[in-house]
Every structure is written in C-alpha cells, then in structure tokens.
C-alpha cells in the first residue's frame, strides 16, 4: 500500500511545477467522476468526464527540494521534499481524496487524473506510473521547480 502512495504521488507531484517554460503553471485540484455543484466539467486523458474543483490545492511554492535518482529495480524517478505548508496540503488533499481523482491541470487541460490509494506525505518518489519517467521528463521537472 504504501508503494501504490509513492507512485499516486508520484504522478502527482511530477507533474507539480511553477512556469514551465512560459506556459501557465501546473495546478493540483480536487476532481470527482461524478458531477459536483460548481466544479467545472472537463475531460479526463482518456476523454471520460471529470468534474474539478475551482480552488487550486498545490503549487510549485510548496516544493523545498527536487533531484534525480536511480533505483537499480524501478528506474529513474525524482525524489520530491515538500515543503511542512506543502505536506499538510497534500495530506489533507490526499485525505478528503481517498479512492478519488486528483487533476493536475496544464495549460487549462487535464494531462493526468490519478485516484488517490493513501496518505501522501513530506517525502515524494516521483516515478511517473507503470510507463516510467523519461530523461527529458525529469530535465523540464527538475527546471520548473527552481525558483
């Protein structure tokens, strides 16, 4: 279980950032695949609806620290250190978002929509999912989380 949390997280926070290249900044909000009363219908990466919230949960303002790394059996990934404001946002989003979606918004579209399977915590492993994090992936995180 706690392995499934890193990579819900993963995904999460891989694809937390600030300005990435001049475009507009990545947002993590709150989503449901059924209808919610002032949540703005949009489309899932698969094209399934998605409601999501309006208010914006995490920025690149709540990451304190981000590096590269290998592990021998999974691969490249980011190791992320969230800021103590950014671990209690994202553990009070990951709790209030329990066997739900969370959307992380690019450029006012929906580029992923993970459910949430657990707590989500200071210290992120930022694996990218079962495809993995590619070199030129991991380049324009680590770039986007300078400040």
């Not at 998605?50 to 709540?62: E, N, R, Y």
């Not at 580029?111 to 992120?124: D, F, L, T, Y």
């Not at 030129?136 to 300078?146: G, W």
């Amino acid at each position: 279980m706690k392995n499934k949390a890193f990579v819900i997280v993963g995904v999460i926070v891989t694809l937390l950032a600030g300005i990435l290249n001049g475009q507009t900044p990545v947002e993590i909000r709150a989503a449901s695949s059924t209808a919610v009363s002032g949540w703005r219908q949009m489309s899932s990466p698969a094209g399934a609806p998605l409601w999501v919230a309006p208010t914006v949960q995490l920025t690149s303002v709540d990451i304190a620290r981000a590096e590269a790394r290998t592990d021998p059996q999974a691969g490249p990934y980011v190791s992320i250190l969230l800021t103590d404001q950014g671990a209690r946002k994202m553990s009070e989003l990951s709790a209030s978002q329990t066997n739900k979606p969370i959307a992380l918004l690019l450029d006012d579209q929906v580029i992923w929509a993970p459910i949430v399977r657990g707590s989500i915590g200071k210290e992120v492993r930022l694996t990218g999912g079962n495809g993995g994090l590619t070199q030129a992936q991991i380049d324009r995180l680590l770039a986007s989380f300078k400040r």
